[in-house]
């Protein structure tokens, strides 16, 4: 089965920081979702790419979509004490004809003021 | 609705006793899925429906978890005789269908002491 594996698994950095998060998919990707969980809260969606080369940003957030690696980056830009939080990348993953998402484990990151 | 609802959001119960779940997605998304997510780890899948069937059900942990969704709407995941290991967030989202954004509800924490 398809497997998204996020990189680094935690990152603490000091405000005004740039950073980067990975995610490497195991297998075809058929578009890349990020999200963003504040602790305790639910997860809140940022950007979805769906096709190879394609950037999005949102604020000081931008994420690309390499389809050849597999393979998304999140980049920061910046950073602030509100980007903390655990950032999950999903996935569609194809299935018997249809489609369930699977999640990468998270990139917990810490802004330190 | 609105958005994903999910009650209760809170729920504490003793080892050994029923609980069931529920989940009310965004009106006219025909996917539904659950997620539970422990302290501290990603989101792990659980079942998924389309409709009212469902064509995943791998990442049900044991026979003692159980869903159902009726009408293509409302979503009920019953755990039965809850073990200690079962306390999580356990997460619903809906969409409209790969490869669509999903949307998350705040999440129903489970505590079995």
């Known amino acids: 089965s398809q497997e998204l594996e996020q990189s680094p698994q935690s990152l603490i950095v000091q405000e005004g920081k740039n950073l980067t998060i990975n995610c490497t998919s195991s297998k075809t990707l058929y578009g890349l979702y990020w999200y963003k969980q504040k602790y305790g809260e639910g997860l809140i969606f940022l950007m979805m790419?769906?096709?190879?080369?394609e950037e999005k940003s949102h604020e000081k957030i931008t994420a690309k979509l390499d389809e050849k690696k597999q393979q998304s980056s999140l980049h920061i830009t910046a950073s602030q004490p509100s980007h903390a939080g655990i950032y999950l990348c999903?996935?569609?993953?194809?299935?018997?004809?249809?489609?369930?998402?699977?999640f990468g484990t998270g990139t917990r990151l810490k802004v330190l003021a | 609705g609105a958005g994903v609802s999910q009650s209760p959001s809170n729920k504490v119960t003793e080892k050994g006793k029923d609980v069931e779940l529920r989940c009310d997605p965004i009106?006219?998304?025909?996917?539904l899925y659950w997620y539970r997510q422990s302290l501290g780890q990603g989101l792990e899948f659980l079942i998924y429906f389309q409709g009212n069937s469902a064509p995943d059900k791998s990442g049900l942990p044991s026979d003692r978890f159980s869903a159902e969704r009726t009408g293509g709407s409302v979503s009920t995941l019953t755990i039965q005789r809850t073990q200690q290991e079962d306390s999580a967030v356990y997460l619903c989202a809906s969409t409209l269908g790969a490869p669509w954004e999903a949307f998350f509800g705040q999440g129903t924490r489970l505590t079995v002491v």
């Open positions: 790419l769906q096709k190879g080369g």
């Open positions: 999903g996935a569609p993953q194809r299935t018997s004809g249809t489609y369930k998402y699977i």
């Open positions: 009106s006219g998304h025909t996917a």
